[in-house]
């Protein structure tokens, strides 16, 4: 059986413990693989590996660092299917999603990175003929890197890419549910010739291995992407060490369809954004609030295609919906379901598990896309993160009412609009209290703009020039000039 290996100081190495974890493939509820159950002698043997390679990697000419980083990216893509099979067997997702999102996304953001560096800006004031003053943004030292289980590589790639970029060294931790392509990221790096120690991967569990990374003393900046019960608890720590943080959380994302949008764009996007993933993104739309006079058509046509979602063997080709990325989560989802049917919710289809998807599956963590109507906004199931393929329509009759609604939750990740009337687009993308407002798209992303959440949905912005900016230090030289 396979065992997943640290990445330290450029070395491939056993946990010192010598302790490993079971690695289970979501499809088939069978142990794959093993993980190392990593702890904090781990973790200080990383970050003294980020330290030491520190100086001259901060010093290391842009250029040379943006070549080693397109290195990673192109091996990453010339082992493109490798990546996908991988990711799409330690996640649960379809083989199709991994080929198409996860992995060429990753590819992306090593080359956004690897390229902005070469091309950012800095600022200089003059102080009326009396000074210059102009700004110095400097690497920031060891970075703790933290990333979840939903899109595996795709958002570890999205904290790396800009970290080491910057000319910071990193000590990353995958979730311990879907470490494979980490694994195999390590593998490239060495390939690449990254240098020892510039980036280590500590696996492990999150409360020894992400909790000693957080707590670190050398470590000064934190990028957590994960629940928000978790980057509450990381904040309580990283706060008081005067850590600089991002928070990427949890979201309870609004998507609002007017009487007068495109309806054939409207259900079709809407879907995608429901059950992408199987759900399992925090940008998913999992409240749908539809304007009343277009309210019974739209439910017809969105429940008729979700009934049309292919389950199955996320390896086998035409599947839109896999495996639920753990027991655990697959137990979360079938509760909050349960729930919606104490909280008076009627379940238009799905509700429970598929038949078994087929025999090398049958012991999978599957469960049918569910859509649910009948529950008033602030009941437990619109209120809280569910984080899988479960969604709730909702009927509204006045712009006020339905901006009341989207706001009316503790998250602020993200939200969707859809209406052919642009002056009341805008009005609503002004109102709404989200990171991000898509109007008549969903999920449609450009590396340049600002990214992250409002009120529980995070601390920060990450994305562009504000990832560059979080990942360094900027100071400001005045020099007389009188
Ligand atoms: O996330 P966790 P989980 C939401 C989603 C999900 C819930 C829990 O609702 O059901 O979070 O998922 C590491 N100190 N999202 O349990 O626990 C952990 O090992 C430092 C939304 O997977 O937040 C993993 O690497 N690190 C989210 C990472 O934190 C700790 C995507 C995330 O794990 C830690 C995923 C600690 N004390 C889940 N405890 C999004 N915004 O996309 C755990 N970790």
């Known amino acids: 059986m396979q065992s997943i290996l640290h990445y330290i100081n450029g070395q491939l190495v056993e946990p010192r413990s010598g302790n490993y974890l079971d690695n289970i493939d979501p499809a088939t509820g069978a142990v794959y693989s093993r993980v190392p159950d990593g702890d904090g002698d781990d973790v200080n043997a990383a970050v003294a590996a980020a330290e030491q390679a520190f100086p001259a990697w901060s010093q290391t000419p842009a250029e040379k660092r943006s070549a080693c980083i397109l290195k990673i990216a192109d091996a990453i893509e010339a082992r493109l299917d490798e990546f996908a099979r991988a990711e799409c067997v330690d996640n649960g997702k379809p083989l199709s999603l991994t080929r198409n999102m996860d992995i060429p996304r990753a590819v992306k953001n090593f080359r956004f990175f690897a390229t902005a560096i070469l091309h950012s800006k800095s600022e200089t004031h003059m102080t009326d003929g009396q000074a210059l003053n102009y700004t110095l943004r400097q690497p920031r030292g060891i970075c703790g890197l933290i990333s979840p289980w939903n899109l595996p590589l795709y958002l570890l790639s999205w904290k790396i890419a800009p970290a080491i970029a910057a000319g910071n060294t990193a000590v990353a931790k995958p979730s311990e549910v879907t470490p494979m392509t980490a694994f195999m990221l390590s593998e490239v790096c060495r390939e690449a010739g990254l240098p020892a120690g510039v980036l280590n991967i500590v696996h492990g569990l999150g409360a020894k291995v992400g909790a000693a990374i957080t707590a670190h003393q050398k470590v000064t900046t934190i990028s957590f992407t994960g629940g928000t019960v978790t980057g509450r608890e990381v904040a309580r720590t990283a706060a008081p060490m005067f850590k600089k943080i991002s928070l990427e959380l949890g979201g309870k994302n609004p998507n609002i369809v007017f009487a007068d949008a495109d309806m054939d764009r409207a259900v079709a996007e809407s879907v995608r954004a429901a059950f992408a993933n199987q759900g ?203």
């Open 280 to 482: 399992q993104i925090c940008l998913c739309g999992s409240r749908i609030f539809v304007e009343r006079a277009a309210y019974e058509p739209f439910v017809n046509r969105f429940v008729a295609a979700t009934q049309g979602l292919k389950i199955g063997d996320p390896l086998e080709a035409g599947v839109d919906q896999g495996a639920i990325v753990s027991k655990p989560q697959f137990e979360k989802v079938s509760f909050y379901v349960n729930l919606a049917r104490e909280e008076g919710g009627t379940i238009l289809t799905g509700g429970s598990p598929p038949p078994t998807v087929n025999d090398r599956c049958k012991n999978g963590y599957f469960f049918t896309p569910t859509v649910i109507t009948g529950l008033g906004p602030n009941c437990r199931v619109n209120q809280e993160e569910i984080f899988g393929p479960v969604t709730s329509i909702i009927p509204f009759d006045a712009e006020e009412e339905v901006i009341d609604y989207a706001n009316g939750t503790a998250y602020g990740l993200s939200a969707t609009v859809w209406t052919q009337n642009l002056p009341k687009a805008h009005r609503l993308a002004e109102r709404i209290n989200s990171g991000t407002v898509w109007v008549n798209c969903w999920l449609l992303r450009d590396l340049r703009v600002p990214f992250g959440g409002m009120k529980q949905s995070g601390v920060g912005r990450e994305g562009g020039d504000e990832a560059m900016r979080f990942f360094t230090e900027s100071k400001n030289v005045c020099i007389s000039v009188s």
